[in-house]
């Protein structure tokens, strides 16, 4: 018995030598477009001055949710120069947006698919059951043998991570929506792709937003484990404090990050409601510019009773007969 082992590693490692044998030139061109997607959305975050980047985030908070998150957002935001954590915290936003706009492009045409076929979804499920209970270090291993140090492998860790609630959110909307809406439209005469963009799609926003604050908010969870693989940033910060066991450093970064992540998470979710200052600013001008008239009152009118006529008065209204 003790002789008996299934060989499951070896099968693994054999598979992956024969992945970057043949499929190298690909994985290379995936580490190119990566790589460069991240340089560009780091260069515009860190190349202006860090009160322009908090003068822009301040505009959003206030324009989505508020003063009082735009207030917020510049006290956190300050705190995080104060720190000495700016470049790194840009460097970490800028992996997060790039893997989540990635593991979103990704996960809700998945969801659309699984939503619309049945057997799609008995696929896809188990595959979103393993990706979410594999230890998220596992995925380090093959990412670095095929994509090599660097923040690649922290990307495609952060997406594989990242959009399973993406993907099961957007599945679980679309089928929430009332099917006497859909027929509705199909009794209409309406296409299949236009009742899921005019009628599944907008009816089930609020519940793929949910999913896209998910995906934003486990990619920020990615960012300590992407820094153990050369990604830099914030996530590098915390592990070199848990090497050299910095409790100022890792403090100072783990409070960056938790300052990033409430501001991500609490846009998003301002965006799944729907209910912004600037849509309801929106709403009003258009209120304003095509007014709806109240229709006319209806004038009531009563009703003539003709007086009663007697039998006498009927005789002498009649024409006398020849």
């Known amino acids: 018995m003790n002789d008996f082992r299934i060989p499951l590693g070896s099968w693994a490692d054999t598979f992956i030598d ?14 190119a477009i990566f790589s460069g997607a991240y340089d560009l959305v780091d260069l515009i975050l860190a ?9 822009v985030a301040a505009a959003l908070a206030l324009m989505i949710r508020g003063w009082k998150f735009a207030v917020g957002t510049v006290v956190g935001l300050v705190v995080i120069v104060g720190v000495d954590q700016w470049e790194n915290a840009m460097d970490s936003l800028a992996l997060v947006l790039v893997a989540s706009v990635l593991a979103i492009l990704f996960s809700v045409p998945l969801g659309i698919l699984s939503a619309k076929s049945g057997v799609a979804s008995s696929i896809i499920r188990p595959i979103l059951d393993f990706m979410q209970t594999m230890p998220a270090f596992v995925y380090l291993i093959p990412a670095l043998i095929l994509f090599r140090v ?8 952060t997406i594989i991570f990242a959009m399973a609630p993406g993907v ?32 599944q799609l907008p009816l089930a926003m609020p519940t793929i937003m949910a999913g896209i604050n998910q995906v934003i908010m486990l990619s920020l969870s ?24 910095d409790v100022s450093l890792g403090f100072e970064a783990g409070l960056s990050v938790v300052i990033l992540a409430i501001f991500l998470d609490r846009l998003t979710a301002a965006l799944g409601n729907g209910n912004t200052p600037i849509s309801r600013v929106l709403a009003a001008r258009k209120r304003r ?5 109240a229709p006319a ?8 009773v003709a007086p009663a006529v007697t039998p006498t008065q009927a005789a002498e209204r009649e024409p006398s007969r020849v």
Do not use: C, K, Y
């Open 18 to 31: 024969f992945i970057t044998d043949t499929f190298g030139f690909f994985f290379d061109f995936v580490r």
């Open 47 to 55: 190349t202006p001055p860090f009160w322009v980047i908090i003068l």
């Open 150 to 157: 660097g923040v690649v492998p922290g990307i495609v860790a």
């Open 168 to 199: 099961r959110l957007t599945e679980l909307g679309i089928r929430s929506v009332d099917s006497e809406v859909v027929e509705a439209g199909q009794a209409f005469g309406a296409s299949p792709w236009r009742i899921l963009r005019q009628i």
């Open 222 to 245: 990615m960012v300590v484990i992407a820094g153990m693989v050369g990604a830099g940033g914030l996530g590098q910060q915390v592990v070199a404090s848990l090497n050299r066991i």
């Open 289 to 293: 510019a095509h007014p709806v008239h």
């Open 297 to 304: 009152a209806a004038v009531a009118v009563e009703p003539t």
